[in-house]
């Protein structure tokens, strides 16, 4: 699989953009948002039974909407929950980092190559017809069609699709997606792929479309037609009713769906910026945040937490403030591991974040079950930091430029924190703000000394993101290291949680002791509920599996 990252960077950076970076909510910039007090049509405020004896529940979100259109799916988590509220996933994680049978009930393999994924039983589609197998390979077909061009996808993996991510023009099928039988379908991958990697990144993103219905169009209909606006037959919980995609998306309840029927009667996902979230939460026109979509502002934290009227949940630690070193720039690693020891990085966080995270060097976070807790933080220490310079001949002339999201305004903080203690080590460095489209269009020219962004490392499945940010020229570190290619080649051939955790704990050793990244800090974010509202927790993952057991307290 590395061979074939390779081979495909830029179709791959796209991919890692959407998978990770949209799905940490890393652009925080929502200026175009509605104010909490918009609402979508026949919207009513807060989690309560309305004046028809509807039962309403509002999600407050801080990220916009790019498509409800399964095919067009780019990763973000809005656009993907959103979307899975009507098309359900193969499989999803839940709140323990459990994979889930959503659409799928199992999914398994023998030699890391041939992926056999069951199709659940009871699984049907609104209209009664079963879900099956040729519905799975018929939007896999699609997805990796040239017409319809998503490039988000990374379905170059797999057999008889190319190195581009795509199939022939006009192709009606795809030589490594088989139909089995009615409920059963392989995938062959071109090179070993671990079966955490295919179910986080391939079945966690693979929304079923029904194909007795969506077959009637052609492949450049499927790009846009307006069906995916409004679709009359779904596998999931609601159907949406309206939405705009910087506003709101309103459903109201499938009262067929398979898994149970919802307790609510219609669901609004109101997007809103980060600095309205508590005013929405305190007046009950908000009634539950979930940790990677809904981005509450660290410095609003004390004041939601005092609400009477929700109840906070702090997310595991999944976000990482990432600075990537383009090491090509700054080559010595005495310099490096300079900047690294020069930063206090516990006071950020304690002043910062209020503590709500944790320090680590590497990718992982204690929210993975590969992380390594024997790996001790560098310390911050100044005289440390300049005696690394000085065996390094550094004379403090170079101005490094540290370009940082503007609409992050905590990190915005903390990268000036950083300058000064960097400055007062020796080091210059200006930090560069810019908009979040900006700063992935300078990542893209690698035009930089230090490019800090929110990233999430899935904690089950961190190899994609690790393998291509340490891939060498080309990446965002310009980085690679002979021992760091085994060990990640490596995590694709054991199904061994032990040995798999030995193999990133040296990935996570080589970047503490080369500092081609620098992990600031991992966010624990918050997240919170009203009370009226029963049977849905804020979680990092699964946010919505069990949507369908939402209430609202009479």
């Known amino acids: 699989m ?14 890692i953009m959407a998978f990770s970076l949209a799905a940490c909510g890393a652009s925080g910039d929502n200026s175009g948002a509605a104010p909490a007090e918009s609402k ?80 659940d039983d009871a699984a049907k589609w609104s209209d009664g017809t079963p879900i099956t197998a040729e519905d799975v390979a018929y939007t896999a077909l699609r997805l990796a069609s040239p017409v319809i061009n998503n490039t988000a996808m990374m ?10 991510g795509f199939v022939e023009a006009g192709a009606d099928s795809v030589a490594g997606i088989n139909v089995i039988d009615e409920k059963t379908v392989q995938f062959t991958t071109k090179e070993a792929m671990s079966l955490t990697t295919f179910q986080n990144s391939y079945a966690r993103y693979l929304l079923t479309l029904p194909k007795h219905v969506i077959e009637k169009y052609s492949e450049e209909e499927l790009a846009t037609a307006d069906w995916f606006n409004k679709p009359d037959v779904i596998s999931g919980p609601f159907y949406v009713t309206d939405y705009d995609v910087d506003h709101y998306i309103s459903y109201k309840a499938n009262p067929d769906y398979w898994r149970g029927a919802p307790k609510l009667d219609k669901l609004n996902i109101k997007i809103v910026d980060g600095s309205q979230l508590y005013a929405g939460l305190q007046s009950g026109e908000i009634d ?22 929700v109840e906070v949940v702090y997310g595991s630690p999944v976000t990482n403030q990432s600075m990537f070193i383009q090491t090509g720039n700054i080559p010595d690693v005495r310099v490096r591991q300079a900047m690294l020891y020069a930063i206090n990085r516990e006071q950020i966080l304690n002043e910062l974040l209020n503590g709500h995270g944790e320090v680590v060097d590497g990718f992982l976070s204690s929210a993975s079950p590969f992380f390594d807790d024997s790996i001790t933080p560098v310390p911050y220490d100044p005289d440390k930091a300049k005696a690394l310079l000085a065996d390094a001949g550094w004379d403090g002339s170079q101005t490094l430029r540290f370009y940082v999201n503007s609409g992050d305004s905590t990190f915005v903080n903390a990268a000036t924190v950083m300058v ?4 007062a080590v020796g080091i210059k460095a200006e930090v560069q703000t810019v908009d979040f489209a900006t700063l992935m269009s300078v990542a893209g020219t690698r035009d930089y000394d230090i490019l800090a962004v929110q990233y999430t490392y899935a904690p089950v499945d961190p190899y994609p993101d690790v393998a291509w940010l340490l891939g060498g020229e080309g990446s965002w570190t310009g980085y690679g290291d002979a021992q760091v290619d085994e060990a990640l080649r490596a995590t694709q051939l054991t199904s061994d949680m032990e040995e798999t955790k030995q193999l990133y704990s040296t990935v996570d050793k080589k970047v503490q002791e080369d500092v081609p990244m620098i992990s600031a800090y991992i966010i624990s974010a918050q997240g919170a509920v009203n ?17 369908q057991n939402w209430d609202v307290a009479e």
């Open 2 to 15: 590395r061979k074939i990252m390779n081979r495909t960077m830029s179709l791959l950076f796209v991919a």
């Open 40 to 119: 979508a049509a026949g919207e009513t405020a807060g989690a309560q039974t309305g004046s028809s004896g509807e039962k309403i529940v509002n999600v407050g979100v801080t990220d916009t909407l790019g498509s409800l259109n399964p095919l067009q799916l780019n990763g973000g988590e809005i656009n993907k929950y959103a979307t899975a509220l009507m098309f359900l996933p193969l499989m999803e994680l839940d709140a323990d980092l459990n994979f889930q049978g959503m659409v799928a009930d199992s999914i398994t393999t023998e030699d890391n190559k041939n992926f056999v994924v069951h199709i």
């Open 155 to 164: 379905y170059y993996v797999f057999e008889g699709v190319g190195d581009d």
């Open 288 to 309: 539950i945040t979930q940790h990677t979509m809904s981005v509450i502002p660290p410095e609003d934290y004390a004041s939601v937490e005092a609400l009477d009227n």
């Open 420 to 423: 000064a203690q960097w400055a």
């Open 531 to 547: 009370k009226r509202l029963t049977g849905a927790v804020p979680s990092v993952y699964g946010f919505f599996n069990d949507v």
